[in-house]
């Protein structure tokens, strides 16, 4: 061991001996810890409301309407179920299983999700992921699996937004968490919106250290008379 | 209190001391060191009891605090000085060498964010590169080099004793 690395380690060692313990840390963490975990059960609870009054609305109009409005989807697309649903956004590597669901505001209920929605698909890394939403429409991103923890999602666009950076943490349990995203446009355009792991990035950093897993292609069509659940995954 | 919370009560008596260690040679500062442990803290405690919880809470807080520390130097400013130990809260060091080891202490704080992380791991907390780099989320290659790049900068500081620049 040369002088610097000694120097260096009796330093950092008397340095840190010398710092004194506040006796209430443990008091101080527990009451923000609870007090944290009421605040999210009530933001959950919004949410929930959010979603019910989707389906509340679409209800409604397909009372009104006689049947479910017609899907609009891109050219070319289909909202049939892909072949590759449900499979992992990450194959490899610590993270593997990762997987990101993308649904309708009718399967959004945090509280009580459907094991595995008939109209929820997965999306897949890179950027062929092309899905769909009305001009004001609202949809969930659900990641389950390892590192769902660290998973970011980005709107750096002017038509699709999401409610958080960080996918919400004790939504639906260790293993699942849900973002919302939504649309509110008076037309139709094309947007795009990003998934990517971070080490790891507090609810205000500013992530820029930020790994792009998926980049998906939103298609805003038509008004909101639906959520549609028309999602369209390229093929590879 | 239940026992859940019992028990998460039990790991922060017995680990305060050192997160706030590791956090205080990181940010140099005692009341940075405090809220960045306290937040890394209450993460945990909200993980503390659902599901499978944390496997190696240690690991876990002391990750947060690190990366905390990393993304928050760069969210406050890029441009950001190096800076004397003035405007810190500071802890008074008992120390065998009292000029040499607070010039290490002051040219410690010309490092980046990175580089001090990887001296601090390496030296206080005895990490090797592989665990390091898994604190830090980077390769090991990465860690080399930051250490690389740290050494050059403290040996560039002309505070620094000539005793602590000399190799055996």
Same mark, same amino acid.
């Given at each position: 061991m040369n002088s610097l690395d000694q120097v260096l380690r009796e330093t950092l060692q008397e340095r840190a001996a010398a710092i004194p313990v506040p006796a209430d840390l443990t008091s101080r963490v527990i009451a923000e810890g609870r007090r944290r975990a009421r605040r999210s059960a009530v933001a959950l609870t919004g949410l929930a409301a959010v979603a019910v009054l989707g389906v509340g609305i679409t209800a409604a109009a397909v009372v009104a309407g006689g049947g479910l409005p017609a899907t609009v989807s891109p050219g070319g697309a289909t909202g049939a179920p892909a072949p590759h649903e449900h499979e992992p956004l990450v194959t490899t590597g610590e993270c593997a299983g990762l997987t990101v669901t993308f649904g309708d505001a009718s399967q959004g209920d945090p509280a009580n999700p459907p094991p595995v929605p008939d109209d929820v698909q997965a999306l897949r890394a890179g950027d062929g992921n092309r899905v769909q939403m009305a001009r004001q429409d609202?949809?969930?991103? $659900? =990641?389950?699996?390892?590192? =769902?923890?660290r998973l970011?999602? $980005?709107?750096p666009g002017e038509l699709v937004f999401g409610n958080q950076s960080r996918f919400a943490d004790g939504v639906l349990g260790q293993a699942d968490r849900v973002a919302v995203l939504f649309t509110n446009t008076g037309s139709d355009g094309t947007d795009t919106f990003e998934l990517g792991l971070w080490a790891w990035c507090g609810t205000d950093s500013d992530c820029s250290g930020l790994v792009p897993l998926a980049t998906v292609t939103v298609d805003v069509i038509g008004t909101t008379d639906l959520p549609s659940g028309a999602v369209v995954t390229s093929t590879p | 209190m239940d026992a859940s919370s019992a028990t998460f009560e039990e790991f922060v008596l017995a680990r305060q001391h050192r997160l706030l260690s590791v956090a205080y040679l990181l940010t140099r500062d005692l009341q940075r060191a @405090?809220?960045? *442990? %306290? @937040? !890394?803290? *209450?993460? !945990?405690?909200?993980r503390w009891d659902r599901g499978p919880g944390i496997a190696q809470p240690d690991a876990y807080v002391r990750r947060i605090v690190v990366n @905390?520390?990393?993304?928050?130097?760069?969210?406050?400013?890029?441009? @950001? %000085?190096?800076?004397d130990t003035a405007d810190l809260i500071d802890v008074a060091a008992p120390s065998k060498d009292p000029d040499e080891q607070l010039a290490m202490w002051r040219a410690l704080g010309v490092l980046t964010p990175r580089e001090r992380a990887v001296l601090v791991l390496r030296y206080y907390e005895g990490f090797t590169d592989r665990e390091i780099a898994d604190h830090l989320g980077c390769a090991e290659g990465t860690v080399r080099s930051l250490a690389t790049r740290a050494y050059a900068a403290l040996r560039a500081q002309p505070g620094l004793l000539d005793r602590a620049k000399e190799t055996s």
């Open positions: 609202l949809k969930w991103l $659900r =990641a389950s699996g390892p590192c =769902a923890d970011i999602l $980005r709107t | @405090e809220d960045l *442990v %306290q @937040e !890394a803290l *209450v993460k !945990a405690y909200l @905390e520390f990393i993304s928050g130097r760069r969210r406050r400013s890029a441009s @950001e %000085q190096p800076t």
